[in-house]
């Protein structure tokens, strides 16, 4: 990527960037079955980029016990969560499950022994990805 931003071409660099974030966040789309809620893959997908695979299983699964689901909450994104997790998106709808969602990043990142240092960039992000999320429903 420095190569191509040093030659001038930043597009492909862009583009770069891009596939590289799709092709390390690819389970989350597993997770979902479909690309029918492109906002709740958008918030899921940035969470694990930034936070990884195991983090961002906990705040689904917190997400999913909102409404009921009684999940064991241990990261692990199997065949139980996948399924709650489509239920829940088709009798809430992508919206409602997004709040919920935006809640649980939200306190995951107030109780990281770092959010003193860099709770309000956090809190930041997750309101800025909480907004294209809901410009994508």
Same mark, same amino acid.
């Given at each position: 990527l420095k190569a191509l931003l040093d030659a001038g /071409? /930043?597009? $492909? &660099? @862009?583009?770069?960037?891009?596939?590289?974030?799709?092709?390390?966040?690819? &389970?989350? /789309?597993? @997770?979902?079955?479909?690309? %029918?809620?492109?906002? +709740? $893959?958008?918030?899921?997908?940035?969470?694990?980029f930034n936070?990884?695979? /195991?983090?961002?299983?906990?705040?689904?699964? !917190? %997400?999913?016990?909102?409404?009921? &689901?009684?999940?064991? +909450?241990?990261?692990?994104?199997?065949?139980?969560? !996948?399924? $709650?997790?489509?239920?829940?998106l088709a009798a809430t709808g992508e919206a409602v499950f997004l709040v919920g969602l935006q809640e649980k990043r939200q306190a995951f990142y107030r109780l990281c022994k770092q959010f003193p240092t860099f709770g309000k960039g956090w809190l930041n992000r997750c309101d800025d990805a909480f907004s294209v999320a809901r410009s994508l429903i």
């Open positions: /071409r /930043r597009e $492909e &660099a @862009w583009e770069g960037c891009l596939q590289y974030v799709l092709d390390n966040t690819a &389970a989350v /789309r597993s @997770w979902l079955g479909s690309d %029918a809620f492109p906002g +709740v $893959e958008f918030i899921l997908r940035d969470h694990y936070s990884g695979s /195991r983090n961002t299983g906990k705040i689904l699964q !917190r %997400a999913l016990n909102i409404h009921g &689901a009684g999940l064991v +909450v241990d990261g692990i994104v199997g065949p139980k969560t !996948r399924q $709650e997790l489509q239920d829940q």
